[in-house]
Each structure stands twice: as structure tokens, then as C-alpha cells.
């Protein structure tokens, strides 16, 4: 064995679940800080309100639509695994499409997304959304600037039909700082259990950082409408960006057993609306460095 003592971290949950065992023959002590256990008690807390909500998404016949977008390693999927952990798979789905095919290639950019949004009594999560085309493909020349713009143009009505039609959406962007994201990209090398997580365009996105940060600020002015508005998701703390955003999730929607508003009202530091968001680039638009991400 190697004389540096390996780092071991216990599964999410094990410390909640085990603060009050007694030692005991065959057990060993284990030390964690006191906000870990307490992240661990709150998101129980809170996964258990959205078993109540998916009961009642499914008693109302509900249809519930969030989008996840955001920079590589800003933590939507690790979000989005606590928010489906223990939600029944038939009435809950997550959508992360392939890039399009040859033949999705010539169909109306919106229609392959149109197939997979909920029907009645469903929550439906998209990690990552038509919004490819306000960032990763523009940056990327994925598409070109025609696309671009009309996309910019087109999704706030496609958004809007959704809305009026009875669907309800949310739309999460996550921001996480750039010296964050480097350091989530150095962790993918060194941790086995993260490697499948390393992509060849994880360089570029530092690379293209600034790029990146000019097509958020168009995506932000052209799409965060009233009826279809962005929530922004500081996420440089996964764990606080968990909580909160199942809280914006939670306070958001009308179930039966709900607890207190108090316990679901989000951290105002980590939720921040789209158009706070936007005033903010406007004010650092000259200053890059102090852009968040």
C-alpha cells in the first residue's frame, strides 16, 4: 500500500444516516465537517418534498418542463441526479440528445426537442436544450450566424406556445467562475470515478471563455422574457446550488403537505433572475475578469 494514505469519500447520505449509531466491535470512527451533514440533512428534506410534488404533478396530470444549461462542469448534472434520485423513473425523464443526425439536420431546428416534451403527469429534465444554439454551437461554428440569430428570434415564441399551452418552465442557467471550472477540469484527471467526464473540448471552453461569456449575454437579452424568464444558479458550491436550485423548484409549485415557505426560500446570493444578471454583464462588459461565469 502506497505510505500517502488514500483519500476516501463516503457515499452521499452515509453520514446522515449514521450520526446517531453507537460505537460499537468492528466500527470505525469517522470524522466529517458538521455543513456536510447538515447539506446531507436538507437535501433529504427536500427530496422527499419532491416525491410529494411528483405525486402531485401525477394526481393534476401536470406538465412540468426544466431546462439546465450553463459552462462544462458547472454542476447541472449533479444537480439533476439529486433532483431524480428517488422520483419514480415512470412519470420523470431526463433528456440529453445526441449531436443531431443527418437527417435531424434538415428538419426545423425546434422538432427533435418537440417529441420529448412531457405529457400529462410528467417532469421532464432537459440537460442541456435547444440553447446549444445560443452557446456551444455559435462559439464552436457549429452553426453559422444566420442560424444563430433566427434562433435567438424564434425560441421565445417557441417558449412562449409551450407557457400558454400549460406547460410550466423552468429555465436554469449554472455559473460557475472560470478558475472553478479549471479546477473541476484538473479533478476530472486525477479521479477515476470522473474520468468518462473528460472531453476533448474541455480545453476550449477555457480557451473560448471570453467568447462564451459574449454569446450568455445575447442568449440573456433575447430570451429571459416575462412569461418564459431565466434563473441563474451561482454554482462555484455544488452543494449550495443543489439545495437551492430545488428549492426555486419547490416554492414555485402548489402540492399537498408542502412545508414551510420558510424552509423553501432560496438563498438570494446563489438564485439570481436573469434580468439581475444581465444588469450585472452590462456593468462588467468592459471588465472580463469580473464577469462570473
Known sequence: MSKKSKKIKLQEGTAFKLKDKKPGKNKVAVYIKKEKLAYEEELKTLQI?????????????????????????????????????????????????????????????????????????????????????????????????????????????FEEMLVKDGIKLFKFYFSVSKEEQQRRFDSRRTDPLKQHKISPVDNLAQKYWDQYSIAKFQMLNETNRTITPWTIIRSDDKKKARINCIKHILSNLDYEGKISKKLLRPDPEIVISGIDEIKHMEAHLMKPKALRG
Request: hydrophobic share 35%; proline share 4%; charged share 30%.
Open 49 to 157: 418534498e419532491l416525491m410529494k410534488l411528483q405525486k402531485q404533478i401525477k394526481k393534476d396530470s401536470m406538465r412540468i418542463l426544466t431546462i439546465f444549461e450553463g459552462r462544462d462542469a458547472a454542476g447541472k448534472g449533479g444537480t439533476i441526479k439529486r433532483i431524480t434520485a428517488f422520483l419514480n423513473a415512470r412519470g420523470t425523464r431526463v433528456v440529453a440528445l445526441e449531436k443531431p443526425s443527418d437527417r435531424e439536420k434538415t428538419q426545423w431546428y425546434f422538432q427533435r426537442y418537440t417529441s420529448q416534451l412531457p405529457s400529462g403527469g410528467e417532469l421532464v429534465i432537459f440537460d442541456r436544450s435547444w440553447y446549444n444554439r445560443a452557446g456551444v454551437e455559435p462559439v464552436m461554428n457549429f452553426c453559422n450566424d444566420a442560424q444563430h440569430k433566427r434562433f435567438l428570434k424564434d425560441a421565445p415564441f
